[in-house]
């Protein structure tokens, strides 16, 4: 009896493995590495047609890139966007509060220059600009169908620069009213029933409590239009500013064997200078998302050192298993 006791056997031969043996397969995703897969085929064939192609010439890249006359070109580009985006800005800003005035003039004002401006090329801007003293040869500041106490040469006043900046605010204000006028509306009404609530003064509410807020919702559209602002400055060529484009454009006609590496000169700049922005962008978001956000959004720096630390934390892990 005790013999067929001690004999018998478990119903199961296989023991359990203990829990720390046991490792959990993570949940594979072969759509996603195939769609990678091919992604990178696309981006090396286009790297290697971009590194072997002799139409490209890339020694005449080279020599273009850092010549004075580009330079030079480059800098006006810096200028011209440089008045406009503060010009631009300020004058929508003025269009965007005039919209939500209460005065039915300054809303009707508002509302056509926007329709004006935003429905005309800016090419067609600019020409008409440059050929404003064929239209008045004089501009005087007085009483209206009065005498005039003030009067100006406009030949003398409207230099290619002047023109360029004027043209360029001009058409960037009537962008740049929606812009702060949609920010504007994007702050909660309770902020402004607060800031009445607590008798502070019209001018007090805009600029400390409903402006910082909104610019949380301005400075990512309005990047977008300064972006566009860059590109836009192209068009100052066709009134006799010569700009980076349109120092590229000279050198084209004088080397029009360098026309490619004079066009790919000109790509690289502008890259450059959307990236500057874009980057800007990223820390005047950051600076105004304090107090929506509950922890600010990691730098760029500070994802590569997370990114460096989660890989060795899972090297560690690999190994001790």
Excluded: C
């Excluded at 580009?70 to 011209?80: N, P, R, S, Y």
């Excluded at 509302?111 to 600009?129: D, E």
């Excluded at 005039?148 to 040469?153: G, H, I, R, S, W």
């Excluded at 950051?286 to 990691?298: H, I, N, T």
């Amino acid at each position: 009896m005790s013999e067929s006791l001690g004999s018998v056997v478990p119903l199961s031969t296989t023991e359990p493995r203990p829990a720390a043996a046991q490792r959990v397969l993570p949940l594979r995703h072969p759509g996603r590495w195939i769609a990678s897969a091919i992604v990178l085929v696309v981006v090396a064939q286009i790297v290697h047609g971009l590194a072997t192609n002799p139409f490209f010439q890339w020694d005449r890249f080279q020599y273009w890139f850092l010549r004075p006359t580009i330079l030079d070109g480059l800098l006006i580009t810096l200028e011209v966007t440089l008045y406009s985006a503060v010009l631009g800005l300020l004058g929508g800003i003025l269009l965007a509060l005039a919209r939500l005035s209460e005065s039915p003039v300054l809303r009707a004002v508002s509302w056509v220059y926007i329709w004006l401006f935003r429905s005309v090329p800016l090419i067609v801007v600019l020409l008409f600009l440059y050929n404003f003293s064929a239209l008045y040869k004089t501009l005087s500041l007085g009483v209206p169908f009065g005498p005039a106490f003030l009067t100006f040469d406009e030949s003398r006043l409207a230099t290619d620069m002047v023109v360029a900046v004027v043209g360029l605010s001009l058409n960037e204000a009537a962008y740049a009213a929606e812009v702060v006028r949609g920010g504007i509306l994007s702050v909660d009404q309770g902020q402004h029933e607060a800031a009445s609530a607590l008798g502070l003064p019209k001018g007090y509410q805009f600029t400390r409590i409903v402006f910082p807020q909104a610019l949380r919702s301005i400075t990512p559209n309005y990047v977008n239009q300064l972006i566009g602002l860059i590109k836009g400055t192209s068009l100052v060529f066709y009134v006799s500013l010569l700009d980076l484009f349109g120092s590229v454009q000279s050198m084209g006609s004088t080397y029009p064997g360098d026309i490619v590496p004079l066009l790919l000169v000109a790509t690289a700049w502008y890259l450059i200078l959307t990236s500057v922005v874009s980057v800007v962008q990223f820390y005047v978001e950051r600076y105004y998302s304090r107090g929506a956000l509950r922890s600010l959004p990691p730098t760029p720096l500070q994802k590569v050192r997370t990114g460096l630390r989660d890989l060795r934390a899972r090297a560690r892990k690999e190994a001790a298993i």
